[in-house]
Nanobody
């Protein structure tokens, strides 16, 4: 079992930046694909970025590539740095973990992930 807690959401103007953090606890010694998802009102939950805890391989949704960066810090936190934010980035952002020995290939849908945080709101105004 893994418990995930997100922090760092907030409100910014377009062009601004935010950093989201996901703190993991519990069975963190296993290998996981860590993902950030987002869900806007009336829309499906979509993957934003993924990183593997063992090999640090990253993958990004094309809509955020070049603006968002996913990383891990020494405290087993998964960080999402979001720059040049746009109004269309407004959503509830969720951290998720999937048990994966190798990498994040194929882990795209919410159903592919086993553990979820409670979410943190990001609002970008124009």
């Amino acid at each position: 079992q893994v418990q995930l807690v997100e922090s760092g959401g907030g409100s910014v103007q377009a062009g601004g930046s935010l950093r989201l953090s996901c703190a993991a606890s519990g069975d963190t010694e296993r290998s996981y694909c860590m993902g950030w998802f987002r869900q806007a009102p009336g829309k499906e939950r979509e993957v934003v970025a993924r990183i593997h805890t063992t090999n640090d391989m990253t993958m990004y949704n094309p809509s955020v590539k070049g603006r968002f960066t996913i990383s891990q810090d020494n405290a087993k936190k998964t960080v999402l740095d979001m720059n040049n934010l746009k109004p269309e980035d407004t959503a509830m952002y969720y951290c998720a973990a999937a048990r994966s020995i190798i990498d994040c290939t194929g882990y795209l849908r919410p159903d592919d992930f086993d553990y979820w945080g409670q979410g943190t709101q990001v609002t970008v105004s124009s």
